[in-house]
């Protein structure tokens, strides 16, 4: 069973910044397709950004110019620096994994191992 293991949520004030991890020991990164989506209460869960398997990076909308997802592919740690931190950006966030090549798109569907999640809070 693949674990992953996201850390790092916190409560912070409006225009803050956090940066979340997510650790596996089970497998190695540079074959997956990794992603952070988040879940607000009363919400769908909506994907975040995703890294590919060469590197390159696709964001939400509402996150473009304030998050940056990253991996260390040695450490199998995926990253989430959030910046500028917005009340909106209050939700569960999920690291999650597939196993695929190529274009990774924030479809949950694409995803088929999640972690348990971590909380972010973020007051105004």
């Known amino acids: 069973q693949v674990q992953l293991v996201e850390s790092g949520g916190a409560s912070v004030q409006a225009g803050g910044s956090l940066r979340l991890s997510c650790a596996s020991s089970?497998?190695?990164?540079?074959?997956?397709?990794m992603a952070w989506f988040r879940q607000a209460p009363g919400k769908e869960r909506e994907g975040v950004a995703s890294i590919d398997t060469d590197g390159r990076s696709t964001y939400a909308d509402s996150v473009k110019g304030r998050f940056t997802i990253s991996k260390d592919n040695a450490k199998n740690i995926l990253y989430l620096q959030m910046n500028s931190l917005k009340p909106e950006d209050t939700a569960m966030y999920y690291c999650?994994?597939?196993?695929?090549?190529?274009?990774?798109?924030?479809?949950?569907?694409?995803?088929?191992?999640w972690g348990q999640g971590t909380q972010v809070t973020v007051s105004s």
């Open positions: 089970r497998y190695t990164y540079r074959s997956y397709c």
């Open positions: 999650a994994a597939a196993y695929h090549f190529g274009y990774c798109p924030l479809l949950s569907s694409l995803f088929g191992y």
